[in-house]
């Protein structure tokens, strides 16, 4: 339970104060805010109120978002990010997530030009905050708007170009990446460049009726778990297993009964 960690989307109807509260009573080790979570709130006051529940602070999700059509446009994600940013050195949380984006028509290399020069504009304002980034890589059914990083090895490239900073990594989410056949050697690289920065799980339904509110819970759908669990932990990762679950059939749920059926789901694999 200690490498459990739950992010606060997974159960969205939860106020953050709920989740901090009752992930704490269940004996979860670490917490991902979103933030949407430090709403209204003071980001040191939700830090200080999860460590003194006795949670470990994984990550703020998400930045990103850095293609866009206009300058003025990429600029204002750029902002955002320092925000991001500035609200992750407050919380306390010494990693956010990056759902890198896309514009629906632009070239996908376009795109990743445009994250490549995103991060590259962030990254000093970042490692004065203490504060590492993880490019997370998404199933290319998102490739039209969410992220134009739909592969480990694209996430490589990226943080190749930047020049290998340490401050930059990969988030790697079983959810987008199961189906990669280069996935073993992709880990096995991010472990020996020090690039793995985290680890997500959930699992993939069939049918998924919903592309992005659908996910399952660990053990209902087709991704091997176990072994890409053995794999991450295989190149020395020592961080949590965060479940990150979009859902709106769970988030329909009784949430205490849904963070039980996690709390099992996370024990029997
Ligand atoms: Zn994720």
Redesign the pocket.
């Known amino acids: 339970m200690n490498r459990l960690c739950i992010h606060t989307i997974t159960t969205k109807p939860w106020t953050t104060e709920q989740c901090i509260e009752r992930y704490s009573k269940a004996g979860v080790g670490g917490i991902t805010f979103w933030r949407y979570n430090l709403d209204g709130r003071s980001p040191s006051t939700v830090g200080q109120q999860a460590r003194d529940a006795g949670l470990q602070i994984v990550s703020l999700c998400r930045g990103g978002f850095f293609p866009g059509k206009t300058a003025a446009e990429r600029q204002t994600s750029i902002d955002d990010n320092k925000l991001c940013i500035d609200q992750a050195q407050a919380l306390g949380a010494p990693l956010i ?1 990056l759902v890198c984006g896309a514009v629906p028509g632009q070239p996908l290399s376009e795109s990743r030009k445009q994250i490549t020069e995103g991060i590259a504009a962030v990254q000093a304002h970042a490692e004065a905050a203490g504060v590492r980034l993880a490019i ?1 890589p998404l199933h290319p059914m998102y490739a039209d708007d969410r992220s134009a990083v739909n592969t480990m090895r694209q996430a490589h490239e990226i943080c190749d170009a930047l020049g290998s900073p340490a401050s930059v990594g990969i ?1 790697a ?1 079983v ?1 987008h990446i199961w189906w990669d056949p280069e996935l073993k050697a992709m880990i096995d690289l991010a472990g020996e460049k020090g690039r793995l920065h985290a680890y ?1 799980i959930c699992d993939w339904k069939t049918p998924t009726t919903d592309l992005l509110n659908d996910r399952g819970l660990m053990g209902e759908g087709c991704i091997n778990i176990p072994e890409i669990t053995q794999w991450v932990d295989g190149t020395g990762f020592a961080g949590l297993r965060e479940v ?1 679950i979009f859902s709106h059939k769970y988030w329909a749920m009784d949430q205490d009964e849904w963070l039980a059926s996690i709390i099992n789901a996370y024990k029997r694999l």
């Open positions: 997530v997370e988030a989410d959810y997500h990150e």
